[in-house]
T-cell receptor, first 115, second 118 residues
């Protein structure tokens, strides 16, 4: 089976830093992605890690440790507009030329940013 | 590009009726995914296609669900007959694995179809 575990909700204040963790147990692993979804909207891509380490994109960073089957999303300088649900997702099939690969999502973490 | 386009945005139907959801992926993308989102089960992958061919439909809940992709620019998800437990938001997503020799790791989602079966 496939399972991705993340906290159901997190609350933080504007300007703070928050970390959303994700642990996974999947049949295969070919990369960890993070997506953001605002209420009523479509999930949008934030980041992707195929190898261990930290990837930084502006205020957002994502980390992966394949040996621990663990990753996290780090959001810095929180803003009110960051209030949304955040999903980790694992590619369980190999992503190669001409093949999309199966993408499995966690249950999502609802982040509330308070003034 | 207009992004992934889904129709209708909202659908309310009676139990037992047939429902057809439609998706137009981003032009040039060769992979297409259908997801279902509910509070209880989160985002579930139903089926995905590569180059119009179904690769994995293990997430399709039962025989009442079927999906087709007759060409690279169109896909449908059909539920027949529909049941109240099918009520959910259905998302279509596409990705491009042929981009500049390096598979694109990002999936682009449509705005979803909110289905209510009464």
């Amino acid at each position: 089976g496939q399972s991705l575990e993340q906290p159901s909700e997190v609350t933080a204040v504007e300007g703070a830093i928050v970390q959303i963790n994700c642990t996974y147990q999947t049949s295969g692993f070919y990369g960890l992605s993070w997506y953001q979804q605002h209420d009523g909207g479509a999930p949008t891509f934030l980041s992707y890690n195929a190898l261990d380490g930290l990837e930084e994109t502006g205020r957002f960073s994502s980390f992966l440790s394949r040996s621990d089957s663990y990753g996290y999303l780090l959001l810095q300088e929180l803003q009110m507009k960051d209030s949304a649900s955040y999903f980790c997702a694992v590619r369980v099939d190999r992503l190669v030329y001409n093949q999309g690969g199966k993408l499995i999502f966690g249950q999502g973490t609802e982040l509330s940013v308070k003034p | 590009d207009a992004g992934v386009i889904q129709s209708p945005r909202h659908e309310v139907t009676e139990m037992g009726q047939e429902v057809t959801l439609r998706c137009k992926p981003i032009s040039g993308h060769n992979s297409l995914f259908w997801y279902r989102q509910t509070m209880m089960r989160g985002l579930e992958l139903l089926i995905y296609f590569n180059n119009n061919v179904p690769i994995d439909d293990s997430g399709m809940p039962e025989d009442r669900f079927s999906a087709k992709m007759p060409n690279a620019s169109f896909s449908t998800l059909k539920i027949q007959p529909s049941e109240p437990r099918d009520s959910a938001v259905y998302f279509c997503a596409s990705s491009d694995t042929l981009s500049r020799g390096r598979p694109n790791t990002e999936a682009f989602f449509g705005q979803g179809t909110r289905l209510t079966v009464v």
